[in-house]
């Protein structure tokens, strides 16, 4: 278990990134929390809030600091620093939304 600044829980953490000033934390089931690295302010996405998916297959950074999300819905891209999230699916020519843990990295 790992708790943020702000006591809040997360129970089961599947994978983590980070970046010079963001460390992300995916859950089995809680969504996607971004922690900023200077301040400790946490921003939690779920699929209620921007992710197409609470099931996240992998992550990765970029050399800008976003981070990608394969889920079994697609692809997607948060900006960290807008909190920003734009999906990559058939429309995009991703012929499979559906990925495996791991798929990334």
Do not use: M
């Not at 990134?17 to 690295?37: C, E, H, M, P």
């Not at 976003?66 to 079994?72: A, H, K, M, R």
């Amino acid at each position: 278990k790992i708790y943020l600044q702000n006591r809040e829980e997360i129970s089961s953490v599947k994978f983590i990134t980070a970046s010079q000033n963001w460390i992300w934390y995916s859950s089995k089931d809680q969504g996607l929390f971004l922690v900023n690295r200077n301040n400790d302010k946490t921003t939690l996405f779920t699929d209620s809030n921007g992710l197409k998916n609470s099931s996240i297959s992998g992550l990765v950074t970029d050399s800008n600091e976003g981070l990608w999300i394969s889920t079994n819905k697609g692809v997607s891209y948060i900006n960290p620093d807008l909190k920003t999230v734009q999906h990559f699916d058939s429309d995009y020519g991703i012929d499979n939304a559906q990925f495996i843990d791991g798929c990334i990295s």
